[in-house]
């Protein structure tokens, strides 16, 4: 089915000047980006972003890391979006993703691993609405 998926591009991928080679991967794999936005989001963006990893030992490296730099949020739709999207992207760790896949390709560390994809529908849709509103996406 068509579906929306919500992607980041990260703080160490747009220093690096990335962003065009990764929207082409995407674009690529057949996602179309239908919402994009440049942002440097604050720390406190940051932790309300990830509040599902509050517990977590990495919380504050990854909302310091993530309100480090500028981000392009974005909202990619086609055919089974959030499957392929993290099939391109790769696994989050690059050191374990598979060759070809942006984080093989761009990524420097677990933390600093280029970008991000929704995992599931119900998150697809609450990422999408934390930084999108109706109006910004245009299919
Ligand atoms: P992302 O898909 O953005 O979702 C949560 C992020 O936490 C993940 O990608 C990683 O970049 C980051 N992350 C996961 N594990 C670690 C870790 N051990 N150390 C630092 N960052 C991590």
Redesign the pocket.
Known sequence: AIERTFS?I?PDATKRNLTGKIVDRLESAGLRVVASKRVYMSKAQAEAF?AV?RE???YG??TAFMSSGPTVVQVLEGEDAIAKNREVMGA?NPAEAAPGTIRADFAQ?????AV??SDAPETAKEEIAFWFSGVEIVG
């Open positions: 980041m990260k990830y990893h977590r030992p990495f490296e990854l989050t560390s677990i933390g600093e691993n991000h994809g």
